[in-house]
Nanobody
């Protein structure tokens, strides 16, 4: 059974930082790209970031709204993907999800952080940014 479990969410003030973790079990990160998505109340779920499967030829992608502030990384030995979020803004408030797509699906969905290509999802973790 494949599982993705997010953690690390919480409440911070604007300008603060959080690091989200996505622990993957049941499959290896070597065979999946991992994306981060978020959904705020009253808004559609949107792509945040994605990281490709390989460690030797890995690429990362970011939504324009988070470029320069968020960084995605992974630790293959721990089957964990991280999302470091700095300079947080109130508009970053949302439930954050990680999701997986098989690398054999190609790079399109990861490169475009397109949620429709992702089959396996975590339960989400709440991030609240307020003063």
């Amino acid at each position: 059974q494949v599982q993705l479990v997010e953690s690390g969410g919480g409440a911070v003030q604007p300008g603060g930082s959080l690091r989200l973790s996505c622990v993957v079990s049941g499959f290896s990160l070597n065979y999946y790209h991992i994306g981060w998505f978020r959904q705020a109340p009253g808004k559609e779920r949107e792509g945040v970031s994605c990281i490709t499967s390989t460690s030797s030829d890995s690429s990362t992608y970011y939504a324009d709204s988070v470029k320069g502030r968020f960084t995605v990384s992974k630790d293959n030995a721990k089957n964990t993907v991280y999302l470091q979020m700095n300079s947080l803004k109130t508009e970053d408030t949302a439930v954050y999800f990680c999701a997986a797509i098989l690398l054999y699906s190609g790079n399109y969905y990861c490169a475009n952080i397109n949620l429709y290509g992702f089959d396996s999802w975590g339960q989400g973790t709440q991030v609240t940014v307020s003063s």
